[in-house]
């Protein structure tokens, strides 16, 4: 188990450019979540991936937003276009459905998002 | 709507003093509640959860939790703590059936006095 990870740690970048970020999952997780954490706040849902499928998105994950869990191993989250107001912290967690484990998301260490 | 308030933003504690973070939560049913810590620009580590059974929880680094039905709250408590604590920490709640999201509360950042 060696938790989950996220890539790039930081990123910035000037508005309107694209920006990708990559989650890999604790291992044999079939669940993965998104969250988006702005300064001064608790981490706010975005959505959630059940193997490759995607099961729930939050009013937050604007037509500018798009995630991919292909063949539900990592996932990618795609900002197009951005804007100032994306620049926070990029959380990605994974839980399983295991029976001594239910429902307990495990949190990677995030992407920071800078948008000049 | 589900929701969680931590209604301190920022509690200052001496070093060896105890801690006590407080966690209310609006949910129509009994929810699963946990509390998260993180660290300056880090990531969420869990310290402990609570999903049924008994209401007093036991995590790591020697927090524990009280789940109170009555009050709607969910508490986290060390009885001595140490500088290595401070920190932000997040009380969240999450519903039984769902397939989706938790809620966080806003945070608690932890400073601790040497």
């Known amino acids: 188990d060696t938790g989950v990870s996220q890539n790039p740690r930081h990123k910035i970048t000037k508005r309107g450019q694209n920006v990708t970020f990559r989650c890999d999952p604790i291992?044999?997780?079939?669940?993965l979540y998104w969250y988006r954490q702005t300064l001064g706040q608790g981490p706010e849902f975005l959505t959630y991936f059940q193997n490759e499928a995607q099961l729930e998105k939050s009013r937050l994950l604007s037509d500018r937003f798009s995630a991919e869990r292909p063949k539900g191993s990592f996932s990618t989250l795609e900002i197009q276009r951005t804007e100032q107001g994306d620049s926070a912290m990029y959380l990605c967690a994974s839980s399983s459905r295991a029976a001594t484990d239910t429902d307990t998301q495990y949190f990677g260490p995030g992407t920071r998002l800078t948008v000049l | 709507a589900q929701s969680v308030t931590q209604p301190d933003i920022h509690i200052t504690v001496s070093e060896g003093a105890s801690l006590e973070l407080r966690c209310n939560y609006s949910y129509g049913a009994t929810p699963y509640l946990f509390w998260y810590v993180q660290s300056p620009g880090q990531g969420l580590q869990l310290l402990l959860k609570y999903f049924s059974g008994d209401t007093l929880v036991q995590g790591i680094k020697g927090f524990e939790a009280e789940f109170k039905r009555s009050q709607s709250s969910f508490n986290l408590r060390k009885p001595s703590v140490h500088w290595s604590d401070a920190a932000e920490y997040f009380c969240a709640v999450g519903a039984r059936g769902s397939q989706g999201n938790l809620i966080f509360g806003k945070g608690t950042k932890l400073s601790v006095k040497p």
């Open positions: 291992s044999e997780h079939n669940r």
